[in-house]
Structure formats: C-alpha cells, structure tokens
C-alpha cells in the first residue's frame, strides 16, 4: 500500500473521529437539556400540588372557623332571648342572669341535657315565674323530666314543651302534670294551685323528684351518656373559638379581608400562568 493511501485512511478516519466526537456531544448536551427541562416540568407540578394542598387547607380551616362562628352565634342569641325574658318577666339583674347561664353550663358538665336546650327551656319558664331564684330550683327539674322522657337525644323544641307543661301546673291546671303519668294527693293539689310562687315551685320540684330525680345525672355515668358528655364539651369548645373568632373578626377584619384578597390573587396568578412560568424557567434553565 503506498503512502498517499495510508496517510488518505488515517486522515478519514481522524475526521469521522472528531464527528462521531462531535455527535457524542450533542446527545449529551440534549440529554441534558432534557433531563433539565423534566426537571423543571417536576418543579412546576410540585408548585402546582403545592399551591392546591395550601388552598385545601385554608379552606377546611374556613369552613371549621365558619362552623365555630355558627355555633357561637347560636348560643348568643338563646342568651340574649333569656336575658330580654328575664328583665321583662324578674327584673333581673346582670349577675342573676349570669347565675342562670352558669347554673346551665354546671348542669351539662353534670348530666347529658346540652346547655343550648337548658337555655331554650328556661326562656319558657321564665314567662310563668317573678323570681330567679324559681327558675333556679326549677332547671335540674326540667332537666331530669327531659332525660326521663327524651334520653340522649333532647331537643330544645322539646325543653320548651316540658318547660311549657311545667309553666301549666304553677298556673294551676295540675292536670298536665297528671298526662305526664306524675301523682300527686289533695293537699299537694291545692298548694300548685293556691300557694305563693316559691310554695308552688317547691312543691312542683319535690314530686317530680320523687319520680325522675337525678336521671339526668344518671344517664351520664353510662357508656352513651359519657360520649354525648363529650360531644357537648365539644360544642362548648366550638362557641368559644367561635367567639374569638367573631372578635377577631370585628377588630381586624380590614386588614383579614385585604391579607385574603392578596393571597387569593398570587394563588390565582400562579395557577393561570403555569406554563408561560414554565417556559420561562425552562429557559433560564437551559441558559445556565
């Protein structure tokens, strides 16, 4: 073989070298890019996730704050009625007031009947007496007649029904205590119906008592009785976060309302431009 055709080979193949070089190079510069660019596709979608995962949660805590609020402003407004009730029909005082409510919270940690119904059943019995110190006597009685009568699953309709019958027998008519299956003689008869309010109440409390006392206290020292304990703890747990809330509210609401609206809008921009934010750090990426 003469020289020429030698030096003609090594020379062919030095160049096809440095292509087959150069092609190597390309495909791992492509490769690069491509693993950057699925990279940052990734990026994107954990931002994305991320972004969805923190709407979810502020919406869940929304609605468990809106669920508090809700319930808070229940209570609120059965207070508010037995306060107005209280005034009109007693004469009331703040602190008499207050006894009640805190005569309904120590009953609901006694016994199974929620506080909310107490409240319901006291603003009817309210409209038969003159005195505080009658209703006070007369709410574990009303109490012990609902979990008698209704157990674990007492309405605030149906405390105003009790309260309603009970409101009945210190007006006199002893009959509706007789259709509830209670019994009574002559002489107890005549003291519900011609004695003073602190008579009648008395003689009310006691022979309701002799039939139904401390079932209310009862029902709470079994197994259902101590998870509708713990449900209504619950509830009070919800009225007083409600009522932070409600405070929280009042005072910082502009600056809540402004914080929200700017949240929303960075949220809504990244979701509505994903892919030009996509492209553009695919970009800035493959520049680097």
Sequence with gaps: MSDNIVQYIINVSGDAAVKIQEISDGVSNSTAHVNKFTSTIQNIRDIGLAFQAVQGAVAKLEGALAS???AYMEESVE??????LMRINMGATDEQIRSITDLASAQQRLGVIGDEIQLSGAQELSTYLTKTSSLERLMPVMNDMLAQQYGLNAS?????????MMGSVLDGQTG?????GYRFDEAQEKVLKFGNEEERVAMLSDIVHQYVGGVNEALANTPEGAMKQVANNFGDLKEKIGQLWVEIQSSLLPVVEKMIGVASSVVGFFQEHQVLLGALLTIIMTIV
């Design 156 to 164: 605030q309709e149906q405390a105003v029904t009790i309260a309603q």
């Design 68 to 70: 508090c609020k809700q």
């Design 176 to 180: 509706a205590l007789s259709r509830y």
């Design 79 to 84: 207070t508010t009625k037995l306060t107005q």
